[in-house]
């Protein structure tokens, strides 16, 4: 057997769904050699698929070709992996990547159709598929204590954690960040459950106005169109480009991560492996993955961000011994880690 990959999201802007894709895509690309990448037919041509045969095929694009076209162009020797949280309902041998549970917890947070789609289909589709992989142990833990998600008598083993890495390839120190004086950073799409918004109210109330926020994110149609309060303060970013974000990781004074439910927390891991300290929300993902790395503050606590706005001064211990624990915690995230687990779990998948 061996993998093809479900290159839908490869056609989307990059956010954390699609740069786990390509983490994932990477390591497939370096151990099976012959897998295919299938794309709808009217797909970029510049695609990178890390040098795998890419095949255009279908007549439709976006869900209709997912669900019909897709399911057509397999061959009987192959396993699809679907790395963005979908996947054809047809296709029993299918590794299928659950990023989080927002849209089963908060349907609220997605357009109606989108919630409608994931709610009714998802939970399907986790049924019959042959793994469903998930990104943190946290996330498995989810979908194992519900029984309507992974009923009881289901094997447990078919839950597989494939953790997100960083390459390590770095920018030039040189690259600009196009901002004036010192910044909070927040890397997230315009997704309700990441918090902007309360990070709006927050910045808005803070008496010191010095330390702007640099918001980089996109508007997503899946999710519902909350409107964001309004502060002069605060600087947003739609499209920047790998260097420059990484600029702006170095040179931020802290990124901040106030986030209502996270999957794995691509951005801290961003963050700290670019040597930026980290103010998050305490969640158990962040916890599972990250440990004392950052500092967790409440968004609404203002004593409590303040209070880790001062642990983290330019000059202080404090900060240095953040940076550095930062460090060693993103340097535990390697290519050789995810390419472990996956292997392991296609040698269980796949013994005879």
């Known amino acids: 057997m061996r993998p093809a990959f479900n290159g839908r999201c ?3 802007p990059v956010t954390g769904v699609e740069r ?26 510049d695609m990178d698929a890390e040098d795998l045969e890419v095949v255009r095929c279908g007549r439709f694009d976006g869900h209709a070709w997912e669900q019909l076209d897709l399911p057509r162009a397999l061959r009987t020797d192959e396993v699809l992996i679907s790395p963005a949280n979908t996947g054809p309902l047809r296709v029993d041998r299918q590794w299928l990547v659950i990023h989080d549970l927002a849209w089963w917890h908060h349907p609220e947070w997605f357009d109606r159709r989108v919630a409608w789609w994931y709610t009714n289909t998802l939970p399907r589709l986790m049924r019959r598929v042959e793994r469903i992989v998930t990104v943190s142990g946290t996330v498995r833990e989810e979908l194992l204590a519900d029984a309507r998600l992974f009923p009881p008598g289901h094997d447990p083993d078919r839950l597989v954690v494939l953790p997100p890495y960083l390459s390590g390839n770095l920018p030039p120190n040189d690259t ?60 947003h970013l739609e499209d920047v480009d790998d260097d420059r974000l990484q600029a702006l990781y170095r040179g931020a004074f802290a990124l901040l991560a106030p986030s209502r439910e996270e999957g794995f927390g691509l951005t801290l891991l961003e963050a700290m492996a670019a040597g ?9 993902v962040f916890r599972e993955n990250f440990g004392e790395a950052p500092i ?19 000059n202080s211990v404090t900060r240095k011994e953040r940076i550095a624990l930062g460090l060693r915690t993103a340097a535990r995230f390697t290519i050789e880690r995810t390419r472990s687990a996956l292997h392991d779990a296609w040698r269980q998948a796949h013994a005879n």
Request: proline share 6%.
């Open 276 to 284: 930026c300290p980290v103010i998050a929300s305490d969640l158990p």
């Open 10 to 12: 490869l056609t989307r």
């Open 20 to 45: 786990y894709a390509r983490c994932l895509l990477r390591v497939i690309a370096r151990d099976w050699p012959d897998a295919r990448v299938l794309v709808p037919r009217a797909s970029v041509t």
């Open 176 to 235: 600009v960040t196009g901002i004036d004086g010192d910044y909070l950073l927040m890397v997230a799409s315009r997704d309700p459950r990441k918090g902007i918004d309360q990070a709006i109210l927050w910045h808005a109330r803070r008496q010191r106005t010095a330390l702007r926020l640099v918001h980089v994110g996109r508007r997503a149609r899946v999710f519902s169109n909350t409107p964001l309060p309004s502060d002069a303060g605060i600087i």
């Open 296 to 314: 967790y503050a409440d968004i609404a606590d203002d004593a409590a961000m303040e209070h880790a706005l001062t642990m983290l001064d330019r």
